[in-house]
Structure formats: C-alpha cells, structure tokens
C-alpha cells in the first residue's frame, strides 16, 4: 500500500523559511519520480518541483532561485526546502509519486505579510 506522509508546514512570516519533508512507503522510492504540488484556496494544484530517483530536478518558475526539492533514497524521504516565503506561497503543499500517481494528504503552509 503506497503511503505519502507530509509533515513541515506551518505559519512563518514573509521572508521566512520552512522544510517540508515526505516520508513515503509501499513502493520501490528509487524508481519513482516525486514531487511537490500545491494549491491555494479557490485555484487549482499547481506543480512546485520534482526530482526523479536519479537527474536533473524541475521547478516552476514562480519558485525558482528560493525553493529547493531533495530526496534521501536511503530514508525513502523527499524534502522542500522554501526560502524566501511570501504570501502568494500561501497553499496546502502536496507530496506526490509517480508510482500510481499517488498524494499524500497535504500539509499547510500560511505565509503572513
């Protein structure tokens, strides 16, 4: 049975920080692709960033140059590190996998101006 579990959000000021970790099982982690999404109140999940079991990793633009997407294959974790917060990165942050298209149950994350 595949599990994703999100912990990290919380409320930080602008400018602040957060990591968001995802702990994940029931599935091969090196194989899969995972990834972070989000979505904000009245939009639709939108991709933050992903990174395969081994290459290049992928960020939207809007979090380019402040977030930073991790994975530890031993620990079958993947990790956001966000810096730079700002409001508008106001969302319930997803975890994701490849592996059957899986989500954790989110975990949110409220940037005060």
């Known amino acids: 049975q595949v599990q994703l579990v999100e912990s990290g959000g919380g409320l930080v000021q602008a400018g602040g920080s957060l990591r968001l970790s995802c702990a994940a099982s029931?599935?091969?982690?090196?194989?899969?692709?995972m990834g972070w999404y989000r979505q904000a109140p009245g939009k639709q999940r939108e991709l933050v960033a992903t990174?395969?079991?081994?290459?290049?990793?992928n960020y939207a633009d809007s979090v380019k140059g402040r977030f930073s997407i991790s994975r530890d294959n031993a620990k079958n974790t993947v990790y956001l590190q966000m810096n730079s917060l700002q409001p508008e990165d106001t969302a319930v942050y997803y975890c994701?996998?490849?592996?059957?298209?899986?989500w954790g149950q989110g975990t949110q994350v409220t940037v005060s101006s």
């Open positions: 990174i395969p079991g081994v290459g290049r990793t």
């Open positions: 029931g599935f091969i982690f090196i194989d899969s692709v």
């Open positions: 994701w996998s490849s592996w059957s298209g899986s």
